[in-house]
């Protein structure tokens, strides 16, 4: 297997990391090239322009969630729309149809997820969820925190994006506060920038 490391760069940024891609191909030869970033995307050392595809980190029970939202999806809700947009059809002057604009729409919202999810399910990375205890902060941990600023503790597990539910004590390991505790330790502090300003975190437990 050959493995490239692709350190990516801003053209006007005098060399500031923007990310790094392992790309996969054959022979077990590690090289290394410039990306220089452009308006219209990334171009290799050869002036090729390239596609970089972010993978998507997930939990392998996320990943089956989203395969079976893309697969009613399919099965139930398209074919339930199609129909629905017949029958309104049938009833004449779709100018003033409102059922027919309405299922449409719902048309438009149907297809547009469907596309999300086959392009999220496309780029998904599943993460094992290691359940043994860690020093530090990882995904899949879940993490007690005491807010600083406002007096009181929260207690939030790190899962991907399309994992996140705050209210329901998940929150992306993309957000803000997910980033700051990546990698953090008990009793390390952390800064984060909310719209609310500036909020001060300690770490007290790594579940």
Known sequence: MKT?????????????????????GDNHVSCKA????????????FGRRLFIMERIPITR??????????????????????????EARAHGDLSEN?????????????????????????????????SSATDRVVFGKTVLIYNITT???????????????PENGRISVHSPLGQALIGREVGDEIKVKTP????????????
């Open 4 to 24: 490239c490391t692709y350190s990516i760069y801003r053209s006007n940024s005098r060399k500031q990391p923007l990310k790094h891609l392992l790309l996969s």
């Open 34 to 45: 410039f990306l220089k970033y452009e308006p219209d995307g990334y171009y290799g050392s």
């Open 61 to 86: 029970e996320g990943l089956d969630r989203l395969k079976k939202e893309l697969e009613h999806i399919k099965r139930v809700e398209r074919p339930r729309n199609v129909r629905a947009i017949e």
């Open 98 to 130: 409102a059922e027919y604009h309405a299922a449409k729409e719902r048309q438009s919202f149907i297809e547009g997820r469907l596309t999300e999810l086959e392009s999220v399910i496309g780029r998904a990375e599943v993460i094992e969820v290691n």
């Open 151 to 165: 007096d009181e503790e929260i207690k939030y597990q790190l899962l991907g994006p399309y994992e996140s539910e």
């Open 196 to 207: 609310g300003g500036i909020q001060e975190f300690e770490i007290l437990e790594i579940i």
